[in-house]
């Protein structure tokens, strides 16, 4: 067993399984989000984010997923450093290839995904469990998260489009990849899958930039 997972096909299984189990996590996390857009009031938000925060179950899962992005983000990292080190020097590529843009920059897009994750967390759990504003009753998770695309912070906003589509690329090829890793790998599935995978990556971007568009859009109007 240990053998296999020193392995390169062990190590592909351990990034996929890893990254199929955050492709769920997104999911779940956008619909608790778009809850802020459905609901203005952030009564709906609000009550999604308290069973969240106090479900013994959840909180176990918030441990899992951390772990789930160390090893995802360990072993891409290793199997990249060992593709490199085994061809130091690229092929040659033709002007007309199958191979996509996401596909051969997939180290690229995660690192960048990840930068914008930091900030991400930097600008809402950081803010949640490191400071006042919550406990001291200064604003609502609701008011911190609109607080994040309010128009004085525009910036925010741009990085954050930016970062939806620099997500929807890694996801597009990472889910792909991870199917065809755990054994969906026939001709059959295979572009079954390529449709599956673009239609979630575009569902995970516009959804989130919607969130981002909608409240930034609301802030201009007060």
Request: hydrophobic letters at 50%.
């Amino acid at each position: 067993m240990a053998k296999f997972f020193n392995s390169s096909v062990g190590k592909k299984m351990i990034m996929s399984l890893s990254g199929l189990f955050l492709i769920v996590f997104l999911v779940v996390h956008l619909s608790i989000n778009l809850l802020a857009v459905f609901d203005p009031s952030g009564e709906a938000f609000l009550k999604a984010a308290e069973f969240m925060e106090e479900n013994p179950l959840i909180k176990i899962m918030q441990f899992v997923l951390a772990a789930g992005f160390i090893l995802h983000i360990f072993y891409g990292t290793w199997l990249t450093y060992q593709n490199r080190k085994t061809r130091p020097v690229p092929y040659a590529v033709s002007a007309k290839t199958d191979v996509s843009w996401s596909s051969q920059n997939m180290w690229v897009t995660g690192a960048l995904v990840l930068g914008f994750l930091t900030l991400h967390l930097y600008n809402y759990f950081y803010k949640i469990e490191f400071t006042d504003l919550i406990e001291s009753g200064k604003m609502t998770k609701f008011d911190l998260l609109k607080s994040i695309f309010n128009k004085e912070n525009w910036p925010y906003s741009v990085l954050y489009l930016s970062w939806f589509i620099l997500l929807a690329l890694h996801l597009n090829h990472s889910l792909q990849s991870g199917f065809q890793t755990i054994g969906l790998n026939n001709q059959k599935w295979i572009k079954r899958l390529k449709w599956i995978s673009s239609i979630y990556a575009l569902i995970i971007a516009i959804g989130f930039s919607t969130i981002t568009i909608y409240f930034f859009v609301q802030s201009l109007n007060n």
